[in-house]
């Protein structure tokens, strides 16, 4: 067998190199926003497009959220798929108006004649010492709207893969980026790029039989290493991670759910109408003969985003998850 | 070198020659709205044009009345109507050819009729048993908006779409003067003229946004003179009088597929009717406003130019109404017969494939339907073909 010397890439690198494939394997893949030409994003995600494609494909746009979603709507009509990059999840309110009245609903309100094949990528979350309006968690106002695809990756490989098969969608997508991952590395060749599957498949990334962690994008390292930590107090946990919360993954999640029959939902998003009481909800409506205790959240605090100074507090880190998992009843078991 | 050599040393660079980046003045519009009808440029008009445009607006007239019965016996929820602006909404379809696009708000169903879509697949949003009753591109008309101009911007960037596939198409949006207080008007006018566009913007400049008047809704000079601030040129023209407007109109979009850029266009008109059969227009207005517009009406305005030139006589009026009846009774024959409707339709275009969450919601309305059958229930119900 085998290896081949991979260098190791970061979540930024793939998803740059999946923009470019895309936009190498099909013509009508257009990428616009502010700054992604000349400059490559204040991310650098479309770091060299412009150079390679020329300018009417990677286009710098006026600055104006409404106004880069409506025309790529526009363009989306006429047969092209768009590729919108808003530049931080509070900067996408604008277009939310667009998301909601036309790019949900295209589809569904011209029977099918007129679906609309855009992406809509947007940097999410915090830990990235970002200033006010920087690292929302914007992620359940998507879910609750129909006629979209939420998709978030929480691996390099996965960056790669999710994205062309959201760009290759004829599904409008909001691609949610996490931020502090852009800079994480992995091991991921790019000249062999994982196979693109369809979005809406969540995945096990590690088994155990205690308890489930079910998370996604940012919070998904964190519960790998809390799922570590767990073996010291004997607790064997199970990782999912979702990749996609619309569509939900029902099946994964509740297959894993009812071999451990204990399930804590993580993300950085508030818990109050955040994506965790869905997901409870889901677990427990179709799970509840296998729970040996109530499906806990460890999420957020229901708060605006803290000041980059006081933000450790608020996401989600180890020992909180930890500590919902020791309230998952374990004393009936012994 | 020390600090306070170096300071001696400094010399402030002048700040670079401030430049104008586009001379205004052409961009300006008149400072009249531009007639044809009852001036000498009349003389020039094309009188084979004049006699369409009158056969039209003698059936868009009608259109809306019987649009506006139908809402009184129940086959429509609601009707805009837009009696009064008929001129605008016949102009705004001839003037495109058949690879452009039409994007309508709500209130331009006239537009979309004449255009060449089905007047039943028109009303279907307004009849309620769908959202867009038309193939948007069967004749190239995208949904129409209920959202205030929203669909601005997808003009713009559809325009841009068939500019960079080399295709030569102009797309015409329509929005009202309340419409032009929206951010996304803004946005769409902005965009258009950055990326040159081929876009013309009709704004019917109707006199009230349901009851606001024009002059709690802008400071501006005129809605025209908004083109200005970005770029483009803004044209005033009277939208009571269609070959004014066609006129005005054929301009732009000449201009817009010449390269030339997007164009600012608005037709100043009056909603003769409440802004629905829902609203009560004596709430915000007088009777005496409304028979001042009355007198400046479109279909008369041009009925009396063809007749004074002798290019209509009775038999040429005659054969226009019965057109137009003939319109009529076919669409309220048609919208008197119940739409076919199927609850599970719902479900369908949600998705290119429905998510597994929707196929449960689904299977769970077919066994209400189903339950609702059997208990006999149905028979209240709306007749449906279910599935």
């Known amino acids: 067998m085998t290896t081949v010397a991979v260098k190791p890439a970061t979540m930024a690198q793939a998803l740059t190199r999946a923009l470019r494939d895309a936009m190498a394997a099909d013509p009508g893949v257009h990428v616009l ?39 790529a709507v526009g363009m989306a009509m006429y047969g092209l798929r768009p590729v919108v990059e808003m530049q931080f999840d509070a900067f996408a309110y604008p277009a939310f108006e667009q998301v909601v009245s036309h790019v949900t609903k295209m589809r569904n309100r011209t029977r099918g004649k007129m679906p609309l094949p855009l992406t809509i990528r947007i940097p999410y979350g915090g830990g990235i010492g970002g200033v006010e309006h920087h690292s929302d968690s914007s992620e359940a106002y998507y879910m609750a709207t129909p006629g979209l695809h939420v998709v978030t990756p929480a691996t390099v490989a996965d960056a790669y893969g999710l994205l062309r098969a959201s760009i290759a969608s004829d599904d409008p997508v909001v691609f949610l980026e996490p931020k502090r991952l852009y800079w994480s590395k992995d091991t991921w060749n790019p000249e062999e790029p994982a196979p693109v599957e369809p979005v809406g ?134 | 070198m020390t ?13 670079p020659a401030w430049q104008p980046r586009t001379d205004p003045a052409p961009l300006l519009p008149d400072a009249e709205p531009h007639r044809v009808l009852g001036t000498k440029a009349a003389d020039r008009a094309d009188t084979e044009l004049l006699r369409t445009l009158y056969a039209r607006l003698v059936r868009g007239r009608r259109y809306n009345a019987q649009a506006t019965a139908l809402t009184k016996q129940g ?44 007047p039943v697949e028109a009303l279907t949003l307004l009849r309620g048993d769908w959202h867009t009753g038309y193939d948007p591109y069967e004749h190239r008309v995208a949904p129409l908006s209920t959202p205030l101009a929203t669909q601005l911007p997808h003009a713009v960037g559809l325009a841009h779409a068939a500019r960079l596939k080399g295709d030569d198409v102009v797309a015409l949006a329509m929005v009202g003067d309340g419409g032009t207080s929206e951010g996304d008007f803004h946005e769409a006018l902005n965009f258009a003229a950055v990326w040159q566009a081929p876009v013309v913007f009709l704004v019917q400049n109707n006199g009230f946004a349901i009851s606001v008047p024009l002059d709690k809704q802008t400071a501006a000079p005129s809605l025209a003179h908004k083109a200005v601030g970005y770029g483009m040129p803004g044209r005033l023209v009277d939208g009571n009088d269609a070959a004014a407007v066609h006129e005005v109109l054929s301009d732009a979009v000449r201009r817009a597929r010449a390269g030339g850029g997007p164009t600012l266009v608005e037709a100043v008109t009056y909603r003769v009717d409440a802004h629905t059969n829902a609203d009560d227009a004596t709430r915000y207005r007088g009777d005496a406003e409304v028979e001042t517009w009355r007198r400046h009406d479109p279909v008369e305005l041009l009925e009396r130019e063809l007749t004074e030139r002798g290019l209509l006589d009775e038999e040429a009026i005659r054969a226009a109404r019965e ?63 279910h599935r």
């Open chain 1, 201 to 334: 498949r969540a995945v096990v990334r590690r088994s155990g039989r205690s308890a489930t962690l079910i998370t996604y994008g940012p919070s998904l390292a964190v519960c790998m290493e809390a799922a570590e930590a767990a073996r010291a107090e004997g607790w064997d946990l199970e990782v999912v991670d979702l990749r996609s919360l619309v569509p939900f993954d029902d099946e994964t999640v509740c297959a894993s759910v009812r071999r451990t029959g204990r399930a804590v939902v993580v993300h950085e998003s508030g818990s109050f109408g955040g994506p965790g009481g869905e997901i409870a909800a889901r677990v427990t409506e179709r799970c509840f003969h296998h729970l040996e205790a109530p499906v806990l959240r460890v999420a957020g605090f229901d708060i605006p985003y803290p000041p980059p100074m006081l933000e450790r507090h608020h996401l989600p880190g180890v020992d909180r998850i930890l500590d919902a998992v020791g309230r998952l009843q374990w004393e009936a078991e012994s």
């Open chain 2, 3 to 15: 600090v306070m050599e170096q300071r001696g040393a400094y010399r402030p660079t002048p700040p």
């Open chain 2, 75 to 118: 086959r429509l929820a609601v009707y805009p109507s837009s009696t009064g602006q008929e001129a605008c909404e016949i102009a705004a379809a001839l003037v495109l050819e058949e690879r452009d696009w039409l994007f309508p708000s709500y209130r331009d169903t006239l537009a979309v009729v004449s255009r060449g879509v089905d």
């Open chain 2, 323 to 385: 057109d137009a009846e003939t319109m009529a009774a076919d669409l309220r024959a048609r919208m008197n017969r119940d739409p076919e409707l199927d609850p599970l339709d719902l479900f369908d275009h949600v998705y290119a494939e429905p998510t597994p969450q929707l196929r449960e919601q689904r299977d769970q309305l077919r066994a209400e339907l189903a339950a609702e059958a059997e208990t006999g229930a149905a028979t209240a119900a709306p007749e449906g073909g």
């Open chain 1, 33 to 71: 926003g502010e700054d992604v030409g000349t400059l490559g994003g204040v991310f650098r995600v479309t770091d060299g497009l412009a150079a390679e494609f020329g300018e009417d494909r990677c286009t710098d746009t006026p600055l104006a959220e409404a106004g880069i979603l409506g025309t």
